[in-house]
T-cell receptor, first 116, second 114 residues
Framework: GAVVSQHPSWVICKSGTSVKIECRSLDFQATTMFWYRQFPKQSLMLMATSNEGSKATYEQGVEKDKFLINHASLTLSTLTVTSAHPEDSSFYIC????????????FGPGTRLTVL | AQSVTQLGSHVSVSEGALVLLRCNYSSSVPPYLFWYVQYPNQGLQLLLKYTSAATLVKGINGFEAEFKKSETSFHLTKPSAHMSDAAEYFCAVSRGGGADGLTFGKGTHLIIQP
């Protein structure tokens, strides 16, 4: 149980285009989902916290107009990278917090974004 | 603010030897601490977590960690390394109360020598 999926697993796009990444909790409801970014051979950095039905909370230094987050249901959150540039190339990982279990997050497998 | 320091970006041990991965934390509130493992091209898998209960926490795959408040440490150990333990290990602290996003250490790459 407690499986989180991401789609797509990898994506290549041209500079200036927008890319949407989906994060789904497959067998549980997640009132809160988190989006992280991982640079090659580095750690994960929290980008934003996404709560179902409300606006996302972004970490300092993360452009909310560039990284649009929507959490429309208890099982789906989306991250849209708008007007992507090569410096946005990274590994994006989501996690979902099991409703009612505050201290446990389940991570998705990640999405590799390459912007040409 | 919370922070995590993992000592040693790479740790190499022989198969069957003790595994010790070090993690020190800084937290302005009672911490919730986690160890995750990441295999190549896979997501993070929770090994174990400390949530203010027992200071010695047992996790999956034979790993355990001890919370030491006086040393602000949460080191991960396994008595006998197996080849399948080779992976990237991340220590993380919750921002507050366990319900918030995590602050991760830089990770330790564990290498198992045959």
């Amino acid at each position: 149980g407690a499986v989180v999926s991401q789609h797509p697993s990898w994506v290549i796009c041209k500079s200036g285009t927008s890319v949407k990444i989906e994060c789904r909790s497959l067998d549980f409801q997640a009132t809160t989902m988190f989006w992280y970014r991982q640079f090659p051979k580095q750690s994960l950095m929290l980008m934003a916290t996404s709560n179902e039905g409300s606006k996302a909370t972004y970490e300092q230094g993360v452009e909310k107009d560039k990284f649009l987050i929507n959490h429309a249901s208890l099982t789906l959150s989306t991250l849209t990278v708008t007007s992507a540039h090569p410096e946005d190339s990274s590994f994006y990982i989501c996690s979902a917090r099991l409703a009612g279990v505050a201290d446990t997050q389940y991570f998705g497998p990640g999405t590799r974004l390459t912007v040409l | 603010a919370q922070s995590v320091t993992q000592l040693g970006s790479h740790v190499s041990v022989s198969e069957g030897a003790l595994v010790l991965l070090r993690c020190n934390y800084s937290s302005s509130v009672p911490p919730y601490l986690f160890w995750y493992v990441q295999y190549p091209n896979q997501g993070l898998q929770l090994l174990l977590k400390y949530t203010s209960a027992a200071t010695l926490v047992k996790g999956i795959n034979g790993f355990e960690a001890e919370f030491k408040k006086s040393e602000t440490s949460f080191h991960l150990t396994k008595p006998s390394a197996h080849m399948s333990d080779a992976a990237e290990y991340f220590c993380a602290v919750s921002r507050g109360g366990g319900a918030d996003g995590l602050t991760f250490g830089k990770g330790t790459h564990l290498i198992i020598q045959p």
